[in-house]
């Protein structure tokens, strides 16, 4: 059997990591790794994997340097533990994000860890990450000499791939490995009497759109009084709405007070969600943010999360995944715009949709978590 090192963290809900973990323990490999929660996770046991066996370890910390403090030492521990006492040689060594590659790389290149291939797997990247000089020059150092020292880089999205190509060069191996859909064969076809969901998933915060659904809800009823609203989602903190300088986002929903048509629910459990996703038609995406952000270069797990439920994404062209919604014709490009917000609601044709659900069913099935990383692995051994 083959052996594995991922070194990882995570978030209150499942993504790329665990999908990764899952993966390879059902290709049968020895699985070894530690996963960390984020500062900002309700999570705070670390997850220490010693051949598919996992150990927890229940102490973390909230301030951001002493969590990087506590997770660099926990991930130097235990490398030095499984290379020097235990021994173990490994077929392919996985960081997930530039840091945690870091210490793969790094101790690799001092012959400490025995790995045959290293990979940075990068799910997201931003050129200025920290507001100070000093930390985002050591994020992107470090960036750097995990993309430089890897075998290979498996990155997320072709944005991505072509920022690193101008910083780094285009001799380093690099293998799109985007967000994968949870397939599932869920076809909800309307008609003229059937009654229409609509939801917005994630933070409210205005570089997310919301406004522009908020400010158009009794527009959008007027034109079409089958249409309900679901909001899963919360403002971060107690952080006021854009709208209403005094009023949070959930403040201005309660409100507006449209019987039973509006519905404000937050899951941080991803199987709560997804029970719930599973009756929406529409999902909103129409981002309002400027080009430095995150989502701009990101493959956005929302989006991924509508398609892995068969929704049907209504999104700008602000975000990349938006040429893939258009050329798959799985869901409707409107800009960020009242007028044409508006338009696409008085000319919503339910044969459309039908035929889209069918194209969003055939996309997720060809895009699942698994299809890529056997995809990425290939161009890997």
């Known amino acids: 059997m083959k052996n594995i090192l991922i070194i990882s963290h995570t978030t209150d809900l499942i993504g790329p990591t665990e999908h990764l973990l899952s993966f390879f323990k059902h290709k049968n490999y020895n699985v070894y790794g530690v996963v960390l929660p984020f500062h900002y996770s309700k999570l705070t046991r670390k997850n220490f994997i010693i051949n598919n066996k996992e150990y927890f370890l229940n102490f973390s910390s909230k301030i951001e340097l002493l969590s990087i403090f506590f997770d660099s ?18 077929d392919v060594s996985i960081g997930v994000n530039p840091l945690n590659c870091f210490f793969i790389t790094f101790l690799k290149k001092f012959k400490i860890l025995n790995s045959k291939k290293t990979i940075l797997y990068t799910i997201d990247w931003i050129e200025k990450r920290y507001s100070s ?12 000499y995990s993309v430089k020292n890897s075998d290979l880089n498996w990155i997320v999205s072709e944005k991505i791939i072509d920022e690193f190509k101008k910083r780094y060069g285009s001799h380093n191996k690099y293998v799109l490995t985007p967000i994968g859909c949870r397939h599932k064969k869920i076809i909800k076809t309307l008609n003229a009497d059937s009654e229409i969901n609509l939801c917005y998933v994630g ?20 034109i079409n009084k089958n ?10 903190g107690s952080q006021k709405s854009a709208i209403d300088k005094s009023l949070t986002y959930e403040e201005i929903l309660e409100k507006k007070n449209i019987k039973n048509k509006i519905f404000v629910n ?42 892995s439920n ?12 938006s040429k893939i919604i258009e050329s798959e014709k799985i869901g409707y490009l409107i800009r960020y715009d009242n007028f044409d917000f508006i338009k696409f609601f008085e000319n ?10 069918k194209n969003i069913e055939h996309y997720s099935y060809k895009n699942s978590w698994n299809s890529i990383f056997e995809n990425s692995l290939r161009n890997t051994l």
């Open 348 to 357: 919503f044709e339910y044969d459309h949709y039908n035929q889209i659900q």
């Open 266 to 307: 937050y899951f941080d459990n991803i199987e709560i969600l997804d029970k719930n996703l599973e009756k929406m038609h529409l999902g909103f995406a129409i981002f309002n943010a400027d080009k430095t952000t995150i989502s701009n270069y990101s493959d956005p797990s929302k989006v991924k999360d509508y398609i």
């Open 310 to 321: 068969n929704i049907v994404t209504l999104i700008n062209t602000y975000n990349p995944i």
């Open 133 to 144: 000089k000093l930390p985002n020059m050591t994020y992107h150092f470090i960036n750097k």
């Open 203 to 222: 933070y409210f915060h205005t570089d997310k759109g919301i406004d522009l659904l908020i400010r158009n809800l009794d527009k959008i009823l007027e």
């Open 227 to 236: 249409f309900k609203f679901y909001f899963f989602g919360k403002s971060p």
């Open 73 to 90: 030492v926990s991930i130097l521990f235990f490398i030095l533990y499984i290379s020097i006492f235990k021994r173990v040689k490994f």
